[in-house]
Antibody, heavy 117, light 112 residues
């Protein structure tokens, strides 16, 4: 089955860290650009970060630049999002998505990140 | 950065009737060298992740019913549902992918 499965979300205090994972199956992960998109409760969608097929090219939204790091392990068919210096406004559902020329043609179910004291 | 806007914010449509959602980008998302608009539409049902409906502004994703269609070019785009079905109740988002940062519109909620 073609799917993406996120994990690693949870409750963290402001200033803390979390590492999200996204496990891919059913397609050639190593040929796919990958992204993270987030959605705060009851709000719209915000693109967070992307990574190219071999991990040598990464890009971030300004609001997370310098705090978040995207990476991937093609041997494990998994991408990651290391989130440091978390803020209350980082609270959201984080979705892993497969890129298709910049559109997103496969989404995971999401993992919830809550930043609160 | 390109900013996306959508109208209306919400829309109530009778079953079998047409629904039209508008999306506007703050600058053109047309790649004139390839004549392709870097614009996608998504559907998000309650409690679910978004799913891709339309890309290149008017190309339907595989498996998407043909009652969904996209049109427009440059800065103005439209998603049309020709005959609304009960399962189409959702929030619809447009998104540009004409350079970083990618951005989504604020969404349009469709109800019966």
């Amino acid at each position: 089955e073609v799917q993406l499965v996120e994990s690693g979300g949870g409750l963290v205090q402001p200033g803390g860290s979390l590492r999200l994972s996204c496990a891919a199956s059913g397609f050639t992960f190593s040929n796919s650009w990958m992204h993270w998109v987030r959605q705060a409760q009851g709000k719209g969608l915000m693109w967070v970060s992307r990574i190219n097929i071999d991990g040598t090219d990464t890009t971030y939204a300004d609001s997370v630049k310098g705090r978040f790091t995207i990476s991937r392990d093609n041997a494990k068919h998994t991408q990651y999002l290391q989130m440091n210096s978390l803020r209350v406004d980082d609270t959201a559902v984080y979705y892993c998505a497969r890129g298709f020329y910049g559109a997103f043609n496969l989404w995971g179910q999401g993992t919830v990140v809550t930043v609160s004291s | 950065d390109i900013v996306m806007t959508q109208s209306p914010d919400s829309l109530a449509v009778s079953l079998g009737e047409r629904a039209t959602i508008n999306c506007k980008s703050s600058q053109s998302v047309l790649d004139s060298s390839k004549n392709r608009n870097h614009l996608a539409w998504y559907q998000q049902k309650p409690g679910q992740p978004p799913s891709l409906l339309i890309y290149w502004a008017s190309t339907r994703e595989s498996g998407v019913p043909d009652r969904f269609s996209g049109s427009g070019s440059g800065t103005d785009f439209t998603l049309t549902i020709s005959s609304l079905q009960a399962e189409d109740v959702a929030v619809y988002y447009c998104q540009h992918y004409y350079g970083i940062p990618f951005a989504f519109g604020p969404g349009t909620k469709i109800d019966i």
